[in-house]
Structure formats: C-alpha cells, structure tokens
C-alpha cells in the first residue's frame, strides 16, 4: 500500500557544477540526463543484443552475484562482442589493434583507438604505455590536460641513496616476505639482481635503492611496500598535475532526492594490483629498487612507494572512469576510487548494464579481482547513504594499506 504512494521515478538532484567522480576534469559522477553526442549508441545496441540473444547477461550477472574467482567471459565467448567493436570504431583490417605489449595487460592500441573515437583529452597517454613511463626523477614530466596542473617547479637535486637493508617489518618476517617476492617475480613486476649494487650500477646510469616493509593487517593479506622517500626518488619527483579522488560528499551529493518505487543497484568492481600494471621506463629502470633477505631487486613495473605511481594509475583510473560513462550513457552515477569503481544502476536494467561494463573492461584487457565484484540491491533512501559510506570506508581503508 505505501510502495503506491510513492513516486514511480526518483528525482534526481541538478547540481551547479561537476560532481569528481576521479574521472579528472572532463568528467563527472551524475549522469541522469541524455548525452547531446552518444557516439556508443550504435555498438551498446548491437552488445545489448548479443548479451540478450547468447544469454551472457544472465550468466554474467550470475558471476557478480556469486563472487566468481575467474573472468565471467572467456576469449571465444568476448570475440563477437570484440569485432563489434573493430567495425563500429572503422578500423582496419588486422589483429595489430588487438596486441598486448609485454609486462601489461591492457589491449592499449585498441584502447586508444576507442579513446581517441570518443575524444578523450588524454588519449595519447595510452601510448607511453607500452614502453613504460619515466619518474620524472629530476626531470619534468608532461602535465595531462584531464587534470588541475600543478605549477610547482623541478627541486633542487638531492643525491640519490642506496640502501643497503630492509625495514625493520621485513626483516622480521623473512618467510612471508620470500614468498611474496616469489608472487611479485612470477607476475613479472619485479626482476633479481644477482650481482647486487655492482650490477646495478653497471645496469643504470641512475639508481636509487630504497627499503622494503610489509604490512601485516587483521583480515587482509599481506603486503609488500617499498619506501623510495628514504632513498631520495620522492625528493627529487615533482608532479605536474593535482590528481582529484571522489569524497563521501561526492556519492551522497547525487544520491536521489527523496524515496520511489523506481530503485537502483550498487556495482562494485575493483582493478587487481593496479600500479603494478603500469611499465618503467627502462631508463629509469634502476630507480626503483630494495633488497629483501639479502637480496637485491628492482621494479619493472610501478609500485606502490614512487610518487609517480598515483598519477599514472590516477590518468589511466581516469581514462577508464570517461570509457565507462560513454558507455553507460545517462541514467547512472559512478566514481573511482584509486582502483576500486562504484556505480549505481536501474535496478530493472541493472543485468544489462553491469554486462556492458563487464565487457568492456574485459575487452580491454583491465585486470580484475572477480571475488570481490558485487551486485548488490540499494533498497531504500537511508539504506543508500549507509551503503556510499560503507563503501568510502572499505576502499579508503584498503588503499591505506596498499600504500
């Protein structure tokens, strides 16, 4: 009886200015109202379609709800989806756009050709990508026009240092501390230096050795860090831009107005490990070094203690935040928090919805943590603000102890 009292569509509020979403400047969380230009029409119409006909929505929607370990997709199943796309995006004939350089996972020449089709500002970072970026260690780095710049200037040159040992965190768990290096070799984002500095120094022009900690915290796994302040990388980094991340106020700000029959589901996606998917140049190959129980290794990939490591993450987080809304088009709401994305969908359409993003990412190769993706119903007014809180808290949390 009182469900017929109520609106049938939430009313949504109309904000003066853009809601940060992690996105950057060009973008922005709400979008409830049609796209002046939706240049995705065309390939979501055709996606809707396969994911209807094949019965994938169902299948996917059945993984996000069960807390599936593994892609809900498998290569063969992605392909028709993926040749959609190859002839909506008028690309030529060849499989070049569908390469993945080595020592990263994303399908980047595909991705910036999509970029590129839907203008986005940023586009041609993807293209530093695949030989991996510089650090900017003494060095001016090129601002991204997606993001405030920053007007601060190179500091004065502090030599860079090379420690000889680890934290103290480490050295006492030198169990747990060698089977992660082993996990970190195995992916491929770090490589041992048997000689040790020698070596290094014969390797590098430029090197700078740091310390090794882990974090050991109740509930979660633990975590290898290493402190690059100690050894004088973050002194000498100047970033060129301010890099944005949404705030509590943020969510509940496009939370609807008041209650209606009309109710929306919570997506939760989280990128796996998502600095380490990012290449070091090999220039500054030598920069982002530790050793561990007496040995000696070096980043191959972006970690979590450089402080170049949140702004690339944070522009690629970006491009991947600006992908997800042209897609989504209008009647949603969605933020990302370092590697952790939050959407709100149409409940009735929420199966679909949540399908195309999955494709998507799964197309361009973003690397997921599938168990811990969610679908989950926001049943009422109160019960959203509790959820958004919820949220901020687990993803703040969570980053605090990547870092």
């Given at each position: 009886?009182?469900?017929?009292?109520?609106?049938?569509?939430?009313?949504?509020?109309?904000?003066?200015?853009?809601?940060?979403?992690?996105?950057?400047?060009?973008?922005?969380?709400?979008?409830?109202?049609?796209?002046?230009?939706?240049?995705?029409?065309?390939?979501?119409?055709?996606?809707?379609?396969?994911?209807?006909?094949?019965?994938?929505?169902?299948?996917?929607?059945?993984?996000?709800?069960?807390?599936?370990?593994?892609?809900?997709?498998?290569?063969?199943?992605?392909?028709?989806?993926?040749?959609?796309?190859?002839?909506?995006?008028?690309?030529?004939?060849?499989?070049?756009?569908?390469?993945?350089?080595?020592?990263?996972?994303f399908r980047l020449k595909l991705w910036h050709r999509l970029a590129t089709f839907l203008r986005d500002p940023d586009a041609d970072f993807l293209l530093q990508l695949p030989t991996g970026v510089r650090l900017g260690v003494n060095e001016s780095l090129t601002p991204s026009p997606a993001w405030p710049q920053h007007s601060g200037m190179l500091p004065e040159e502090v030599p860079l240092q090379d420690c000889s040992d680890s934290w103290k965190s480490a050295q006492d768990h030198p169990e747990i501390v060698q089977s992660l290096i082993q996990e970190e070799l195995d992916a491929g984002f770090i490589a041992h230096?048997?000689?040790?500095?020698?070596?290094?120094?014969?390797?590098?022009?430029?090197?700078?050795?740091?310390?090794?900690?882990?974090?050991?915290?109740?509930?979660?796994?633990?975590?290898?860090?290493?402190?690059?302040?100690?050894?004088?990388?973050?002194?000498?980094?100047?970033?060129?831009?301010?890099?944005?991340?949404?705030?509590?106020?943020?969510?509940?700000?496009?939370?609807?107005?008041?209650?209606?029959?009309?109710?929306?589901?919570?997506?939760?996606?989280?990128?796996?490990?998502?600095?380490?998917?990012?290449?070091?140049?090999?220039?500054?190959?030598?920069?982002?070094?530790?050793?561990?129980?007496?040995?000696?290794?070096?980043?191959?990939?972006?970690?979590?203690?450089?402080?170049?490591?949140?702004?690339?993450?944070?522009?690629?987080?970006?491009?991947?935040?600006?992908?997800?809304?042209?897609?989504?088009?209008?009647?949603?709401?969605?933020?990302?928090?370092?590697?952790?994305?939050?959407?709100?969908?149409?409940?009735?359409?929420?199966?679909?919805?949540?399908?195309?993003?999955?494709?998507?990412?799964?197309?361009?190769?973003?690397?997921?943590?599938?168990?811990?993706?969610?679908?989950?119903?926001?049943?009422?007014?109160?019960?959203?603000?509790?959820?958004?809180?919820?949220?901020?808290?687990?993803?703040?949390?969570?980053?605090?102890?990547?870092?």
């Open positions: 009886m009182t469900g017929n009292l109520l609106p049938k569509q939430l009313s949504w509020p109309d904000p003066p200015g853009r809601i940060e979403d992690g996105g950057g400047l060009p973008s922005t969380a709400l979008h409830m109202q049609p796209q002046r230009h939706d240049k995705m029409a065309a390939l979501r119409s055709r996606w809707f379609r396969r994911l209807s006909d094949s019965r994938h929505c169902l299948k996917i929607t059945a993984a996000l709800l069960s807390g599936c370990k593994e892609p809900p997709l498998s290569e063969d199943e992605l392909k028709p989806y993926l040749d959609d796309m190859l002839e909506i995006l008028d690309c030529p004939p060849g499989d070049f756009l569908l390469d993945i350089s080595p020592g990263q996972p230096v048997p000689g040790g500095i020698p070596q290094l120094k014969q390797m590098y022009s430029k090197t700078a050795i740091g310390k090794l900690g882990v974090v050991l915290a109740p509930g979660r796994s633990p975590r290898l860090v290493v402190d690059s302040s100690i050894s004088m990388v973050t002194a000498n980094t100047v970033l060129p831009n301010h890099m944005l991340l949404p705030r509590i106020a943020d969510v509940i700000q496009c939370a609807p107005d008041s209650m209606a029959t009309q109710q929306m589901t919570q997506l939760t996606l989280d990128v796996a490990k998502a600095h380490r998917r990012i290449l070091v140049h090999p220039d500054d190959g030598g920069l982002l070094c530790f050793h561990a129980n007496g040995e000696l290794y070096r980043c191959i990939t972006l970690n979590f203690g450089a402080r170049a490591s949140g702004w690339y993450w944070g522009r690629l987080a970006g491009i991947m935040v600006r992908s997800c809304h042209s897609f989504l088009a209008y009647g949603h709401a969605l933020w990302q928090y370092v590697d952790d994305l939050l959407a709100w969908l149409d409940k009735v359409s929420s199966p679909l919805w949540a399908s195309l993003l999955v494709v998507l990412l799964l197309i361009l190769g973003v690397p997921m943590s599938w168990h811990k993706a969610a679908l989950s119903d926001t049943v009422d007014w109160i019960g959203w603000r509790i959820s958004v809180a919820y949220w901020m808290i687990e993803v703040r949390t969570s980053s605090s102890v990547r870092r």
